[in-house]
């Protein structure tokens, strides 16, 4: 499954790794895809592809936000 995660933070970095683990295919959406966050979490597994919030929400399958309520709004 195509699967984007808006936010690399402890929930989204973590839920990124079990996921591309077990099969899916995981974009990391990020306002910043060069954040010290995002850099962690992509560390972790080659599988994990990172573009904007726009470009990852348009090709996945399933959308999960893992931000903070005052990120979504932004």
Avoid: C, F, Y
């Amino acid at each position: 499954m195509k699967i984007a995660i808006i936010g690399a933070g402890n929930v989204g970095g973590a839920l990124a790794v079990g996921w591309v683990k077990s099969g899916h295919e995981i974009t990391i959406g990020a306002r910043d895809m060069n954040s010290e966050k995002v850099t962690r979490v992509i560390s972790q597994s080659s599988g994990i592809k990172v573009k904007s919030i726009d470009a990852a929400s348009k090709e996945a399958e399933v959308i999960l936000i893992a931000a903070s309520p005052a990120a979504v709004g932004e």
